[in-house]
């Protein structure tokens, strides 16, 4: 069965910089999650979008933007990017009012 | 705030065992539940769920307990097998809305 697909799977940048990451939904999933996860934490909701438009916000800093597109995939941007922000990078979809959310193998990003 | 978490950070068992593991939530309106698996490097992968008007729930190999009355879920593992060293987190929603995790225990599956 087709799962949840992120790419990059690994990046690495330097202070400053910008990244984005992508993610595509489950097909005919249409809720899609942001998560971020430290070392050894628990992920952290971002940001999550339903039908293209933002439906809940999180713990997501004022430098990072996300959407999502008319396909459904969705882009997370992240600008100025600190130290602070490496972290694995997880994206989750979800169907309808189903509430189970299915998780993408996740982009390591590592600031430098 | 309400929180998710759970009480043991590390559990180590040995290969054949039963395995349980525990969290307390503390959201009285969380409908919701999931456990989830995480091996290294790798995204959370749904194991179980079960709704609050639910007790117990069964899968292969694996049982989610959910006890409304102390706000405790656990997720029960027959016959642990080195495979199932991971990390393990349960999570928790209220009318759909963004899931909260607690922080993870890592099983560890001893030959």
């Known amino acids: 069965a087709a799962g949840v697909i992120q790419s990059p799977r690994h990046l690495i940048k330097e202070k400053r910089e910008t990244a984005t990451l992508k993610c595509y939904p489950i097909p005919r999933h249409d809720t899609v999650y942001w998560y971020q996860q430290g070392p050894g934490q628990d992920p952290q909701f971002l940001i999550s979008f339903y039908e293209k438009m933002q439906s809940d916000k999180g713990s997501i800093p004022d430098r990072f933007s996300a959407q999502q597109f008319s396909d459904y995939h969705s882009e997370l941007n992240m600008s100025s990017l600190e130290l602070g922000d490496s972290a694995l990078y997880f994206c989750?979809?979800?169907?309808?009012?189903?509430?189970?959310?299915?998780f993408g193998p996740g982009t390591r990003l590592l600031v430098l | 705030g309400e929180s998710v978490g759970l009480h043991l950070p590390t559990l180590s068992v040995q290969e054949g065992d039963n395995s349980i593991i525990n969290c307390a939530y503390s959201?009285?309106?969380?409908?919701?539940f999931i456990w989830y698996k995480q091996e290294s490097g790798k995204g959370p992968q749904f194991i179980i769920d079960i709704r609050s008007n639910m007790d117990k729930r069964q899968g292969q190999r694996v049982t989610v307990l959910l006890n409304k009355t102390v706000k405790h879920l656990s997720l029960q593992i027959a016959a642990t097998q080195p495979g199932d060293s991971a990390v393990y987190f349960c999570?928790?929603?209220?009318?759909?809305?963004?899931?909260?995790f607690g922080a993870g225990t890592r099983l560890t599956v001893k030959p």
């Open positions: 989750a979809s979800r169907y309808g009012n189903q509430e189970t959310q299915y």
């Open positions: 959201n009285s309106a969380s409908d919701y």
């Open positions: 999570a928790e929603t209220s009318n759909n809305n963004d899931m909260r």
